[in-house]
């Protein structure tokens, strides 16, 4: 690639009608001049923000050549720009053409009568993005099969995931910033169930979406008043999980006409996705003569129906839109398939930490406890973030990891940002919020179309940082090495 800032061009001559005029000189001093008056500007940037927050910036080319620093080692928290981490080692290690599956496998082969004559498992790869769609679609397939009934039961297996359901848990957070429902191997529709509450002339009936026996209902508790009396609606549920079932107490208080729905988590999402795929089961005309529960697969016969999700679609949920669920689900995984055993989140870690390693990254004092970067305990430098996003660029996965990222002014999280026509559709990044913590990280193509990398962290009072980190964007994408 060809290096701007060390450029030497030679006189550029234009000639029109066979007459010979000077267009543009430029020599490695105008190079310098315009990085230059770049850098100035970036300092002044910077200068209003420092005033209130510490900021750590690197910007750098793909050769790895520093074109701007400031506090680039300072040890910051990295909010949701921890993601870039985990979804470069779930790349680097399970390869950009993986998938995570979810299974029906039995424990006895399939008869020719079409009856199987044992368990049916349900066993979950960690898919964070599985439906009822999905499991209607392993149903259908169970048809195409030829699956007429099922003598055992139909179980769910959860075990790819160890115990800790609870992203405060393995982080050691106290503050929950986002509340997430339960982590699981095996889940559906993001582990909530929908409660719709419908009211005519003061008689209430409820419903569950998805509709399931693993739930239960119960609006006893709730008071009907009249449009005048208190009409403020005040709506109080309570979970149980008992009896493989998850009981929902709903209390307060409701108006006598009217609709309205509550998202609850799931206690046991394993319990629900058997249950609601066992609906689907019989929907079909296949028998399942016991029932739903939980179990684990310890004698898989033959696998009778598979759902693959592409890794690359995985990750460009949690990249693109910054998906806390499943970027915790993608940090479990990594977990659960590191050996040796223990528990799966200091096992993410070290996995982690291998691949920096292998990559020539320090990271001295990265601290990264969580998938998501909601750990306010989380804490990296921009150089770690940059070092990390070249090392990345390099590896045969690098086009797959850039194009799960936002594009600027295009899609995700950054839709509604950076659309000038400079920038849009020419910037790959992440971003990260939180209340005291800012982050712009990925790459930019500049003015000369060259590929620079960048990161912006912030923490402290950066409420006004968003406005900065696009001006330092723009900038990047407008410069020129050779001013036209």
Same mark, same amino acid.
């Given at each position: 690639?060809?290096?701007?800032?060390?450029?030497?061009? $030679?006189?550029? !001559?234009?000639? +029109? %009608?066979?007459?010979?005029? @000077?267009?543009? *000189?430029?020599? &490695?001093?105008?190079?310098?001049?315009?990085?230059?008056?770049?850098?100035?500007?970036?300092?002044?940037l910077l200068s209003v923000l420092e005033k209130r927050a510490q900021v750590g910036?690197?910007?750098?080319?793909?050769?790895?050549?520093?074109?701007?620093?400031?506090?680039?080692d300072a040890a910051l928290v990295p909010a949701s720009t921890t993601k870039l981490f985990w979804t $470069?080692?779930? !790349?680097?290690? +399970? %390869?950009?053409?993986?998938? @995570?599956?979810? *299974?029906?496998? &039995?424990?006895?082969?399939?008869?020719?009568?079409?009856?199987?004559?044992?368990?049916?498992?349900?066993?979950?790869?960690?898919?964070?993005?599985?439906?009822v769609h999905d499991l209607e679609e392993l149903a259908e397939q169970l048809v195409r099969r030829g699956v007429r009934r099922i003598t055992g039961a139909l179980l769910a297996d959860g075990s790819l995931f160890d115990g800790e359901r609870s992203r405060l848990h393995y982080s050691g957070d106290v503050d929950v910033v986002e509340p997430l429902p339960p982590i699981?191997?095996?889940?559906?529709?993001?582990?909530?169930?929908?409660?719709?509450?419908?009211?005519?002339?003061?008689?209430?009936?409820?419903?569950?979406?998805?509709?399931?026996?693993?739930?239960?209902?119960?609006?006893?508790?709730?008071?009907?008043?009249?449009?005048?009396?208190?009409?403020?609606?005040?709506?109080?549920?309570?979970?149980?999980?008992?009896?493989?079932?998850?009981?929902?107490?709903?209390?307060?208080?409701?108006?006598?006409?009217?609709?309205?729905?509550?998202?609850?988590?799931?206690e046991r999402p394993e319990a629900a996705a058997a249950a609601i795929l066992l609906y689907r089961l019989r929907a079909v005309g296949i028998s399942v003569d016991g029932g739903f529960g939980e179990g684990r697969c310890d004698r898989p016969v033959v696998v009778l129906a598979e759902l693959a999700r592409p890794l690359s679609a995985v990750l460009a949920v949690v990249n693109k839109e910054s998906d806390n669920f499943v970027a915790e689900h993608l940090f479990k995984l990594l977990g659960a398939t590191a050996s040796p055993a223990g528990r799966q989140a200091e096992r993410a870690r070290q996995r982690l930490q291998e691949l920096l390693w292998q990559w020539g990254i320090a990271c001295d004092r990265c601290q990264l406890w969580d998938g998501s970067g909601l750990s306010r305990r989380n804490r990296v430098s921009a150089a770690d973030v940059v070092g990390l996003l070249r090392s990345v660029g390099q590896q045969p996965f690098g086009v797959a990891f850039r194009q799960s990222l936002a594009v600027g002014g295009v899609d995700g999280t950054l839709q509604r940002r950076l659309k000038l026509p400079e920038v849009a559709g020419r910037l790959w990044a992440k971003t990260g919020t939180l209340r005291n913590a800012s982050a712009l990280a990925g790459y930019v193509l500049t003015g000369e179309n060259e590929l620079w990398l960048f990161a912006i962290l912030s923490f402290g009072a950066v409420s006004q940082v968003k406005a900065l980190e696009d001006s330092i964007v723009t900038a990047l994408a407008r410069f020129r090495f050779c001013p036209p």
């Open positions: 690639m060809r290096h701007a800032h060390i450029l030497r061009c $030679a006189l550029l !001559l234009v000639v +029109f %009608g066979g007459s010979s005029t @000077v267009a543009a *000189r430029c020599v &490695a001093e105008d190079s310098a001049a315009a990085l230059a008056q770049l850098r100035a500007h970036l300092h002044s910036v690197l910007i750098a080319d793909t050769a790895g050549r520093t074109l701007f620093a400031h506090n680039a $470069a080692a779930a !790349l680097a290690l +399970f %390869g950009d053409t993986a998938a @995570v599956r979810t *299974r029906l496998i &039995a424990d006895a082969p399939v008869g020719a009568d079409g009856v199987v004559r044992g368990n049916l498992y349900l066993v979950g790869g960690g898919d964070a993005l599985l439906t699981t191997a095996l889940g559906v529709e993001r582990n909530r169930v929908r409660v719709l509450i419908n009211v005519v002339r003061g008689r209430v009936t409820v419903q569950t979406l998805p509709l399931s026996p693993a739930f239960r209902v119960d609006a006893s508790g709730l008071r009907v008043v009249a449009s005048g009396e208190r009409p403020r609606v005040r709506l109080h549920v309570h979970s149980a999980f008992r009896g493989g079932v998850q009981h929902i107490t709903l209390q307060g208080r409701i108006l006598r006409q009217g609709t309205w729905s509550l998202l609850v988590p799931m």
